[in-house]
């Protein structure tokens, strides 16, 4: 499927084969030759770091009626003040510096335990056997999700998060597999929402329950799209920020070296895998009110989308930015957004990509690519590979 310039609003064609290959030289061009691109669809799309860093903190894009199809069941990414300010105080409070550095040690353990029996351990999906199951743990067991139902997660948590592409990006099959996940999850969270608004534990799912702030509570509708929003963006993100960070280290040889004899890095390294190959590509915004945007007038009710991935990509930003550098001074990222909607889980993904990636490095010590162009997931707005061939 390929899409006509007057079925694009983007100025580019997302669906054209080869484009999640590398959608980077994509970008490029359009960068250089259309960087304000305005469709007659009533859409703006920015490519260079500046602008796209200007629009995020711009309090006249926010969010409206979305052609996203994600404002119904994620709703918390959809929101304005004062809605979005209230919630967000509310959920904050889960990813306090001190609650992640808490959580430090076990996510470490969770690393040691799923890398231990893979080294020296032939072929495997290293997605599959470690990128993809290391989140699931550490959400569920932060949420409060049983051991035993943590495998429910994997088949709602890719359909929903291929639902936040835009609908018309999407087959009808697609958005009815969205739906159905986002049903079958409320009717298993609402489920332990009862049970632990009898018997309270120690995790997040309690604390959200009992969260308040000037006497004011999450109610139940609440809770299970902000449960969505964490299952989706806390666990899909990290799994591509795993996946798309091994493979640039098993593309870049001398960069996994340097991290593997400087796992200490990790911080700096992640930080630059982040920019390199961001699992989020894309984000969107309306505007609430007429405005101005990269000198172009915006008028209220348009959309301003954002390619992050052309923003991490500006030389303007970041120097010769095709090069994979661990020991670059990052900059100013927008992998997780900036302003008031910055990405609430960020410190919690940039402390599992951490771990995760220094753990490869240090316990896989002759992991290699079975294959250079692994398959990519069916998403535009997530990027990251299906599965990663890898020998150890």
Same mark, same amino acid.
């Given at each position: ?71 119904? $069941? ?25 609650? +992640? ?44 999700? #049983? ?18 592409? #835009? ?85 870049? #040889?001398?960069?996994?070296? $340097? ?16 920019? $390199? ?43 010769? #930015? ?58 535009? +707005? ?11």
């Amino acid at each position: 499927m390929t899409l006509t310039v007057d079925e694009t609003p983007f100025g580019f064609d997302p669906l054209r084969p080869g484009f999640r290959d590398d959608p980077y030289a994509v970008y490029r061009r359009q960068r250089e030759t259309d960087p304000v691109h305005y469709s007659p669809l009533g859409m703006w799309t920015l490519t260079r770091h500046a602008d796209i860093e200007a629009a995020l903190r711009n309090p006249r894009l926010g969010h409206g009626v979305t052609m996203n199809g994600a404002a119904d $069941y994620l709703s918390f990414l959809t929101l304005n003040p004062p809605d979005h300010t209230r919630l967000r105080g509310l959920v904050s409070r889960a990813f306090t510096p001190k609650v +992640i550095r808490e959580m430090r040690p076990r996510i470490a353990q969770r690393v040691a335990d799923l890398l231990a029996p893979l080294r020296g351990g032939g072929e495997f999906d290293l997605i599959s056997a470690f990128a993809y199951p290391l989140p699931v743990m550490v959400i569920s067991e932060m949420i409060g999700v #049983p051991v035993e139902d943590q495998e429910l997660f994997s088949g709602w948590s890719e359909e929903m998060a291929r639902g936040i592409d #835009p609908d018309f990006l999407q087959t009808p099959e697609q958005l009815v597999r969205r739906d159905h996940a986002k049903s079958e999850f409320d009717k298993y969270f609402r489920d332990l929402i009862a049970a632990r608004r009898g018997r309270p534990a120690d995790d997040l799912l309690t604390g959200l329950i009992a969260a308040e702030q000037d006497g004011d509570k999450l109610d139940e509708q609440e809770l299970l799209d902000i449960l969505a929003l964490l299952l989706v963006a806390g666990h899909e993100t990290t799994v591509n920020l795993i996946g798309n960070g091994t493979l640039a280290l098993l593309r870049h #040889p001398d960069q996994l070296r $340097y991290l593997r004899e400087n796992p200490d890095q990790a911080p700096a390294a992640t930080e630059e895998l982040l920019r $390199y190959d961001s699992p989020v590509q894309f984000v969107s915004r309306f505007a609430l009110a007429d405005t101005e945007v990269a000198g172009r007038p915006v008028v209220a009710g348009e959309v301003v989308s954002m390619v992050l991935g052309a923003a991490n990509r500006d030389p303007d930003a970041f120097p010769d #930015p095709d090069r994979l550098d661990l020991t670059r001074q990052a900059g100013r990222l927008v992998s997780f957004g900036q302003g008031i909607h910055f990405c609430l889980g960020a410190p919690l993904a940039r402390l599992e990509g951490q771990l995760a990636l220094a753990g490869i490095a240090t316990a896989l010590p002759d992991l290699a690519l079975l294959e250079d162009k692994p398959a990519y997931r069916d998403h535009f +707005i997530l990027r990251g590979v299906s599965a990663l061939r890898v020998h150890a």
